[in-house]
């Protein structure tokens, strides 16, 4: 049973540091596919168990996420990733597929 709400389908990355964000932003950025950039990095650096599946985190309730992660989720645009930001776990490059508006 669905809980009442918005819902976004997205991937993301987990890093440790501000200079491994930026360095994986970087290489997204200066990327010709930069969605199949997107997964390659997520495999490779990602440090959520997500990296498993190239950092898909499927379809989430906006309330399954921190605050941080669900504002951003709903405020970048869809299809791409531009930006990066920090919550308690670390920082994360989240790329948005589709989401309730």
Known sequence: MKLPGRYANARHILVGSKTQAQSILDEISN??????TFKKMAKLYSSCTSAEKKGDLGDFHEKQMVPLFSKQVWSQDLNQCDCFIKTQFGYHLIWVHSRDE
């Open 31 to 36: 990327s010709r596919n930069k969605l199949r």
